[in-house]
């Protein structure tokens, strides 16, 4: 790849946004690698040629391409993107063209940095030949994740409503394998058996989803639990539950956190870690918020203007919360009757918690309005520990390991801090085995939040 030094920062403006993704290759980050296949499936479903970037060959050009000074999830998807591209052009040769492409980048209306990702990686592929024509394609929390503009304007209604039930989705299938992994009858069936669940429901998503057939998809779901519940050993006793908290791209990026969930369950644990749909419903839910408020504000200003437009928007948030969290219960309810899997907290719950207990608020916004009272919550459910899986130096969750600790040293309830980058730390086993050896005298003493193990007898009842 060649490079000239020239930025041009019109272009963080004209090649950012929302773009058509008609007759283009719909590239897509590769965060929790389920919910990203998912997803891909459900674009191709609507016609879109959509394809998720592998994950753990492009971190030696991400840290060429960055200072050392980003968050080590844009260092990882600036690596990724640089390499995929590189990759499609050595394939394609000379008919390799990067404005056929669009890539995916999302971001966070502040404070922390994840607003800034897409602007860097602009920066960075607008200083490549031929890069600068390769598109990113954004959606902001600031318009809780519109998806106008990318399809017909008929479509994103229903695009929009299969790609909330595919995040649900899943989340549903992450959580059945953290469930089902700790208790497997033979080492690696559980892990077999979730890749080809996941392809089954990627098939599912591009054959119902743009009909929004969403009881054939959960038709698909419910098999695919039936059949997964059988692979735990109804001998093996329950184990020590660990909540697991943080950032959203490294507590689901296996590569980027080292894979934790496993190391946790090499010595003894099973894992929950805050799902997917948790931070999409809070988008909403904060939209609502702000909606709300401003409201207040100029009805006290008595602006009649201001006044319509918070209601509008308070009126479509709502609608669209009210949608999505009962989704997101229709779903659990019919999984939660077959196999005991771990609800998502309720977001308005969380805000109360922040509030009962003066900690935070959701004011200040960002991951910690989850982290702090999602961790407070595995405390009351009855869990045995907790882990905040951060990247180093993430602002947020620095924040929330500050205000949570002395909590959790108060209850004497084992709680590990795991911040990460792109190197090993020698010690980092150790520190998990020793939070584990705490977890299981956490165990000991106090047992665990009630768990059922269903066996063949169940299976036919
Ligand atoms: S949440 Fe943390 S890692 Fe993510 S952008 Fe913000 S500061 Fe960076």
């Known amino acids: 790849m060649g490079s000239n030094k020239l930025v041009n920062f019109r272009s963080l403006s004209q090649n950012v946004g929302r773009f058509n993704l008609r007759n283009k290759k719909f590239v897509i980050p590769q965060m929790n690698r389920i919910g990203s296949h998912l997803l891909a499936a459900t674009f191709r479903g609507f016609g879109i040629d959509a394809e998720v970037m592998e994950n753990d060959k492009g971190l030696d050009l991400g840290m060429e391409y960055t200072s050392g000074k980003e968050c080590y999830p844009c260092q990882i998807t600036t690596g990724n993107i640089l390499y995929y591209m590189k990759k499609e052009e050595e394939r394609l040769g000379e008919s390799f063209n990067p404005e056929n492409y669009i890539y995916f980048m999302p971001e966070a209306d502040g404070p922390c940095r994840f607003g800034m990702y897409n602007k860097y990686q602009r920066i960075v592929l607008d200083s490549i030949d031929k890069l600068d024509r390769l598109k990113i394609g954004s959606l902001s929390t600031d318009d809780g994740y519109s998806l106008s503009g990318l399809i017909e304007e008929e479509q994103v209604r229903d695009l929009r409503k299969a790609s909330y039930f595919c995040v649900v989705v899943a989340d549903i299938l992450d959580r059945l394998l953290w469930r089902i992994r700790p208790y497997e009858k033979e080492p690696g069936i559980a892990d077999d058996f979730i890749e080809s669940s996941m392809h089954k429901m990627e098939y599912a998503f591009e054959k119902y989803g743009s009909d929004n057939e969403f009881d054939k998809i959960l038709d698909d779901l419910e098999d695919i639990v039936r059949e997964g519940r059988t692979i735990i050993d109804p001998d093996i006793s329950p184990k020590p539950l660990v909540g697991m908290v943080g950032e959203i791209y490294l507590r689901t990026q296996v590569h980027a956190n080292q894979d934790v969930v496993r190391i946790l369950e090499r010595y003894g644990a099973e894992v929950v870690n805050a799902s997917i749909a948790e931070w999409v419903n809070y988008t909403t839910y904060d939209g609502l918020r702000d909606a709300k408020i401003g409201f207040r504000l100029s009805l006290k200003q008595f602006r009649l203007g201001p006044m319509k437009d918070h209601l509008k928007k308070a009126f479509s948030f709502g609608a669209e919360l009210f949608y999505q969290q009962s989704k997101q219960k229709q779903v659990y309810k019919s999984v939660r009757s077959l196999i005991d899997l771990a609800e998502d907290h309720k977001v308005a719950h969380l805000e109360k918690i922040l509030k009962e207990q003066d900690l935070f608020s959701f004011d200040v916004g960002t991951e910690a309005c989850l982290s702090i009272p999602g ?27 500050a205000i949570v600790r002395p909590l959790m040293n108060k209850h004497r309830l ?48």
């Open 375 to 401: 961790i407070i919550e595995y405390a009351r459910e009855g869990y045995n520990g907790v882990v905040n899986v951060y990247p180093f130096t993430c602002m947020p969750s620095t924040l929330t390991s």
């Open 414 to 461: 084992p709680y590990l801090d795991t911040p990460y980058d792109s190197s090993y730390q020698p010690g980092r086993e150790a520190a998990i085995r020793t939070f584990m050896y705490q977890a299981h005298q956490h165990f000991k003493r106090n047992g665990r939040k009630k768990i059922t193990h269903t066996n063949d007898q169940e299976l036919s009842g």
